[in-house]
Nanobody, 120 residues
Framework: QVRLVESGGGLVQAGGSLRLSCTASGSILAIRAMGWYRQAPGKERELVATISSDSSTNYADSMKGRFAISRDKRKNTVFLQMNKIEPEDTAVYYC??????????????WGQGTMVTVSS
């Protein structure tokens, strides 16, 4: 069983910063990739950023230059540093991991989501 615990969401003023964290635990042999996605009210879930096992990153165009994804491999934790936050960034942010389990199975897991609300 792979478990994810997210933290760091909350209320922030436009132009401010916020840092999200997501820690994976459980039957993990190796983490292939970690990432963040978001879903705004009335919209579909969309990619924010991902980071692979070799630390290569991928960002949605609208987040480039404002958001930064990073990873602490020893702690199985991924971070999302959000800067210059805009009201349009209001959404539930979900962590996703892709792992190889100790049973040598490929598994994808989603976190429960953390709400980010931006006030203008």
């Amino acid at each position: 069983q792979v478990r994810l615990v997210e933290s760091g969401g909350g209320l922030v003023q436009a132009g401010g910063s916020l840092r999200l964290s997501c820690t994976a635990s459980g039957s993990i042999l190796a983490i292939r990739a970690m990432g963040w996605y978001r879903q705004a009210p009335g919209k579909e879930r969309e990619l924010v950023a991902t980071i692979s096992s070799d630390s290569s990153t991928n960002y949605a165009d609208s987040m480039k230059g404002r958001f930064a994804i990073s990873r602490d491999k020893r702690k199985n934790t991924v971070f999302l540093q959000m800067n210059k936050i805009e009201p349009e960034d209001t959404a539930v942010y979900y962590c996703k991991v892709v792992v190889t389990t100790t049973g040598l199975r490929y598994q994808e897991r989603w976190g429960q989501g953390t709400m980010v609300t931006v006030s203008s």
